[in-house]
């Protein structure tokens, strides 16, 4: 019930089209659900983020669509660019996990994105 | 800038010998994460402190350790590093119920 699976799980696009990487979630108490992007041997880094009380969250070429009846959401991405090319993670998040889950993240198995040129 | 510091980016090892790789950060957060990231992996949380409460994971095996001294640093040693524990070491740090983490660059490690 703690998983989130993520599809697919590599991904190519041409420049200027539209990348999606989808992601499922089981626990209906998951509350946060953040995109991480990362770069080879780089850490991860905070993308764009939504919480379940909005549909759709927009941060200039990317965007979050939540679908909380199917628990779903995902990230599109518009106009991809080659700079786009990188693994790109879904996680979610609970605060009604227990006293200790400090905003424990439970990460889907990742994308790898090839934008070519 | 405020940021999350992991040195050293790059770390060999030899089978057996104890390794420590070190995190700091300048973001003031409470909540310290070490994360264990192999290739073509997600990060696996090994464990987290809130301030200097320590949460191990589960299935985090006893060959990891960890230290808070301060909040701004945080160790991560290894104590009898095997093959198998060759990856990347990530850091990350929180607000606690805030949610959102920032990642450290990672400390490749190599165990030979």
């Known amino acids: 019930q703690q998983q989130v699976k993520q599809s697919p799980q590599s991904l190519i696009v041409q420049k200027g089209g539209i990348s999606i990487i989808n992601c499922a979630y089981e626990n209906t108490a998951f509350d946060y659900f953040p995109w991480y992007q990362q770069f080879p041997g780089k850490g991860p880094a905070l993308l764009i983020a939504i919480r379940p009380d909005v549909s759709e969250k927009k941060e200039g070429r990317f965007t979050i669509s939540f679908n909380k009846s199917a628990k779903q959401f995902s990230l599109h991405i518009m106009d991809s660019q080659p700079g786009d090319s990188a693994t790109y993670f879904c996680a979610a998040s609970s605060t009604n996990a227990g006293g200790t889950s400090y905003g424990k993240l439970t990460f889907g198995q990742g994308t790898i994105l090839t934008v070519h040129p | 800038d405020a940021m999350v510091i992991q040195n050293p980016r790059y770390q060999v090892t030899q089978f057996g010998k104890p390794v420590t790789l070190s995190c700091s950060q300048t973001l003031n957060h409470n909540v310290m994460y070490w994360y264990q990231q192999k290739s073509s992996q997600a990060p696996k949380l090994l464990f987290h402190?809130?301030?200097?409460?320590?949460?191990n994971e589960a299935d985090t095996p006893d060959n990891f350790q960890s230290r808070r001294p301060n909040t701004s640093f945080c160790f991560l040693d290894i104590r009898s590093p095997g093959l198998g524990d060759a990856a990347m070491y990530l850091c990350a740090t929180g607000r606690g119920f805030i949610y959102e983490q920032y990642f450290g660059p990672g400390t490749r490690l190599t165990v030979t």
């Open positions: 402190y809130y301030d200097k409460d320590f949460n």
